[in-house]
């Protein structure tokens, strides 16, 4: 069974509106989102908003979390913000303004998803060599259906169909967002997967899976559980499995040196 996410409601201009976001939050509730992303263009935001998502988390009964977008066009500035706040977002997507930022972005672990601008002045060319920066990062595609309704609307959104075409082959996660910057601006979601299937011709929608993991993790090393890649502490009262040789080949392991060296 599908788990419905929307991964990017911009709530950076309803911040103070505490009914408006509140009213989002219902309503996605009741079109039957399972977890919705609070995402925010300024990371001086997400303390206020955290506190607003746990709110109503348990009001709604919906799993609300905190997305940073990060727009910039100096690749110094991005290492530092995502260095500075990777440990407090579930999420962090990236909008690629241009060539250098995207071949960044794609390759980071640090980094989500990657969100290619759409318009009359495309400055990202997305081919077969971004799409393998994407598979070396464990990076998403993101396609937000407010943008790329607008870019329909002024038909500069030839590319569209390509860069979903090269993301397909590399079998490369597809995610839809809504964009919505308002209570109005909220979608089903299953006008979004009607989205990514009738105008980007995707039928298998694999992303929530990705999505699950991803957050989990994120989660994980927000809560100190993963402190660096590869290693993850279990706390007390964790559970965890060993298989008899491998005690049997620690319990006979003797140091290369004496304890004392």
Not at 211 to 231: D, F, H, Q, W, Y
Request: hydrophobic fraction near 45%; proline fraction near 3%.
């Amino acid at each position: 069974m599908s788990r419905y996410i929307d991964v990017n409601i911009i709530v950076d201009d309803i911040l103070q509106n505490g009914k408006e976001i509140e009213k989002l939050v219902a309503l996605a509730k009741l079109l039957g989102y399972d977890i919705i992303a609070f995402a925010t263009f300024n990371p001086h935001n997400i303390k206020s908003i955290r506190e607003k998502a746990v709110s109503l988390s348990r009001t709604y009964d919906i799993d609300v979390i905190v997305r940073l977008s990060l727009y910039t066009h100096e690749i110094q500035a991005l290492k530092r913000m995502l260095r500075r706040y990777r440990r407090y977002v579930e999420l962090i997507g990236v909008y690629c303004v241009s060539d250098k930022i995207t071949n960044f972005a794609a390759k980071d672990h640090r980094v989500d998803m990657i969100t290619l601008i759409l318009g009359s002045k495309i400055r990202v060319k997305f081919d077969d060599a971004k799409a393998n920066l994407l598979l070396q990062g464990e990076t998403a595609l993101e396609f937000v259906f407010w943008d790329s309704l607008r870019s329909i609307s002024s038909q500069t959104y030839l590319p569209l169909r390509l860069w979903t075409y090269i993301a397909k082959s590399y079998e490369i996660p597809i995610i839809i967002s809504s964009g919505a910057r308002c209570s109005l601006e909220l979608r089903d979601p299953k006008v979004l997967e009607a989205f990514l299937k009738i105008i980007l011709g995707i039928t298998d929608i694999a992303s929530h899976d990705f999505l699950l993991s991803r957050i989990a993790t994120n989660r994980e090393k927000m809560e100190g559980k993963i402190p660096i890649p590869g290693v993850k502490v279990f706390g007390k009262g964790d559970y965890i499995a060993f298989h008899k040789e491998a005690i049997s080949s620690i319990q006979n392991y003797k140091p290369k040196w004496p304890i004392d060296r």
